[in-house]
């Protein structure tokens, strides 16, 4: 396995961390399918291929070193190259097994074994906060089979090894309920067992034992962080302070690893502030390879990506039993939403339906846009008492609005509030069971004045006449890449609503800090911070410019709540750095929304929409 002290470093190695890396490419993609652990990013697979390919580079510069120097140099060639969390790991994983190994003494099955244990140890040593179900519980159970059979020939000890790995991979859903919901296992771990097969099968001389693809996940949202970026960087010194560089990143985000010694060290971080992270690693040392990932657009193109690959069946999925040719337009199709579209009734068509959402303040109880308008619920709001609180329309409501809209239209599109945030949009599909070739219930994902975007689009598609197919196609479209940001004036509404404690929220107000939230997948996010009201219009102007391409027509939305003011500053922001951007809609937060938001609330919502680039 490893040449003696003094000796040259066998060739063989070489060309097994070739072939690790040539399995883990074969399945790279399948494995940034499965990655919804630490956060669905979609690029488990991509880390892992970077990584490996670092260290297959390493070990070809080293081949002919002794061994301490061979270990020396792919350890290091591991952790400089590592890429995410996965490759981090691996790096580390690596380096465990590299110095083992480098301590010389026959090449037998206990030298292998205790090459797999100090591999384990380091990746656990490694991380600040272990999560089992995860490459590093694959990596303790490979190191434990290695161990069991320790006292076979070498080549033994490591398919025990391999077939322990893919055990491990397989209770992983067990031991992690993100990957459980998802229906898919970790894909680190999944990682690491197929390069450990592609290495073994290399020294073996026969084919890897690799299991065949596993089953696509079947929610893709799932792991998301909080922070939007991926961050990673290099820092060389003499006397690195890791610990020191730790401390101060830890309070700028997640996913925090620090990994290396005293002279080289790299930093991965999930985190908002990217610059700042880059800057504590320059005040202590030379910073080179800075790579950041923006997660928001690894995550729509994670979605993007399954979506395609599951096209045709999502799509039949989406239309039910309606033909997807069936010819729409206002003539003939009824549009329906409800209140939290906070539609204004100057864009609302004759063939729309908005159905009104409950608002109760105590016993009394108001419906949205019918019993209560904007400006009254904020009178009340302001005024104290009772919270208010929001339902969704009851089913039988449902059913006579899309009976009635039936009554007048041979056929109905209905867009609700995002089903994740309701059940309304559920309650919906069940009605429209009654005519199930005439009604196209579609998922919106979307609230306010995105999903008010939505519904103008789409109108805007039966104007000029579509299908039923087109439509559901444009509206999965628009869920995958929109984009909605907001700022919340006040903590105040949040805690009364039981969201955060008291002392949350009077911190808050003391740092002047104003939340800005992003609507991705359906559901409310965070999306940053902003210090002081001077700092939210840059906020919300540099979300649009990271989100969207300036080559690009742009279709906007702005909602405030009782903010109007402020506006007309909102929109030049925008226009600033998106000249090509256009007002679809200025709205203001309706009580359903409103009771949820709280007065002060500015938000923004846009789509690059195909139908403005058409010849």
Sequence with gaps: MTAGPGEAAPAPLAAAISAARAAVEERGQELNDLNVFPVADGDTGTNMLLTLRALEEGALAGAGASPATLAEAVSRAALMGARGNSGMILSQLVGGAAAA?????????????????????????????????????????????????????????????????????????????????????????LGLAIALDGLTASLSGRPPSAPPPRPRPRATGAGRSRYRFCTSFAVLGDA????????????????????????????????????????LGRAIGAVEGVAVEDMRRQEAARRERLGRAVGSEALAGELGAVDPTLALDVATTALITDSACDLPLARRTANLRVIPIPVSFGEESLLDGVDLDAPAFYARLAAGGALPTTAQPSPGQLADALREALGDYPTAVVLHLSGRMSGTAAAAREAARGAPDRVLALESEAVSMQLALLVLRVQARLERGTTAGQLAAFVAYFRRTQGTVFSIETLEYLRRGGRIGRAAALAGSLLRVRPIQEVTGGEVAPAGRARGAEAVLPALRSFVERRTEPARPLRVAYAHARRLDAIPQLIAAVQEVRPLARTEIVCELGPAVGTHAGPGTLGVSFVHDPLDEEA
């Design 240 to 279: 690195l302070d890791l610990a020191g560089l730790e401390a101060a990143l830890a309070p700028l985000g997640d996913s925090l690893l620090v990994m290396g010694d005293a002279r080289q060290a790299k930093v991965h971080v999930h985190t908002d502030e990217p610059e700042r992270a880059v800057g």
């Design 101 to 189: 190994l480098a301590e010389g003494g026959p090449p037998d099955g206990p030298a292998v074994a205790r090459a797999l244990a100090a591999a384990a140890d380091a990746g656990y040593r490694g991380v600040r906060d272990p999560v089992e179900g995860t490459m590093l519980t694959a990596s303790r159970r490979i190191a434990e089979a290695a161990e069991a059979a320790g006292d076979a020939e070498p080549l033994a000890v490591l398919w025990a090894a391999v077939a322990a790995g893919f055990r491990a991979v397989d209770e992983t859903p067990g031991q992690l309920a993100v990957l459980r919901e998802a229906g898919v296992v970790d894909a680190g771990a």
